[in-house]
């Protein structure tokens, strides 16, 4: 039996939970406004998920982690923990990562948010970081092997001029926050496993407009890019079927299809 498949009954509640991921999404969009604060944005997710999604962050307490969803403002790459002193103000560009779980299993997604008017760069950043995760997407089916989607990712975001950052992956992801395998967005020839129906991971580009390198900050979680760079993250948690692949984490307003058929 290989750990990594997934059961029928386990694919169905890992739908629910994905489902739900989405409509945080969905949700937060419209509160990401100049003046508010990063503490406010994580105490209405926190909300929504618990009161009407009747579901748990995956964050909260993870490792210690003190709230409930990611904040990454700017030249944060990941893991931005939320602030009540920590203001939005025009032109940021906000990645929100939304980890829960629902009747056991969990589920991971984030995306890139503008605040106003932002620069050409931010756009154009954030544009490249979701289109290498989409061109992955276009590229999964059952035996390609796992090393592919990094070199799609790396292909596509240095060709534009940009970095991958390499300290993070994508991960297995199910009953347990992370398992195998990891999902790196770089080639690695080593990352040889090959895909197969029902395996469930994420992928998470986490994308710089600099150079690559990352440095943690004093509270432990905060990463930033080292040059000062802007940074941009988009991470769907997706499912291997027949033909391709089903994004469990789909929101509505994605310019790629739920259900993405790669054998024709
Ligand atoms: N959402 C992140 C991931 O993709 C994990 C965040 S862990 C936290 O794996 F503790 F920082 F929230
Ligand atoms: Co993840």
């Not at 949700?27 to 926190?46: A, F, R, S, V, W």
């Not at 969803?69 to 009540?84: A, E, L, Q, W, Y």
């Not at 995760?133 to 999964?140: A, E, G, R, V």
């Amino acid at each position: 039996m290989n750990c990594m498949i997934k059961t029928e009954s386990e694919i169905k509640k890992m739908r629910k939970s994905g489902k739900l991921t989405a409509e945080v999404l969905e949700m937060i969009g419209k509160y990401l406004q100049p003046d508010i604060n990063t503490e406010e944005i994580n105490q209405i997710c926190h909300d929504y998920i618990i009161y009407e999604k009747k579901a748990t962050s995956a964050c909260l307490g993870y490792h210690g982690f003190p709230k409930s969803i990611c904040v990454s403002i700017n030249d944060v790459v990941c893991h931005g923990i939320p602030n009540k002193k920590q203001i939005l103000k025009e032109g940021d560009i906000v990645n929100i990562d939304i980890s829960i779980v629902k009747n056991n299993y969990y589920t991971d997604a984030s995306k890139m948010f503008f605040i106003g008017n932002t620069s050409i760069l931010s756009k154009r950043l954030c544009k490249v970081a979701r289109e290498s995760l989409y061109k992955s997407l276009q590229f999964i089916k059952p035996g390609i092997k796992l090393y592919k989607i990094g070199e799609i990712i790396q292909n596509y975001v240095e060709s534009n001029h940009f970095s991958v950052v390499k300290e993070y992956c994508g991960h297995g992801i199910g009953r347990t926050f992370h398992e195998k395998p990891h999902v790196l967005h770089y080639k690695n020839k080593e990352n040889d496993i090959i895909l197969k129906k029902g395996m469930i991971f994420t992928i998470e580009p986490m994308i710089n407009a600099g150079k690559p390198e990352v440095k943690c900050m004093e509270d432990g979680w905060t990463i930033k890019t080292k040059d000062g760079s802007l940074s941009a993250q988009y991470e769907h948690t997706i499912l291997v079927t027949d033909n391709g692949c089903d994004v469990l984490t789909w929101q509505k307003d994605e310019e790629i299809k739920e259900k993405i058929v790669n054998i024709n």
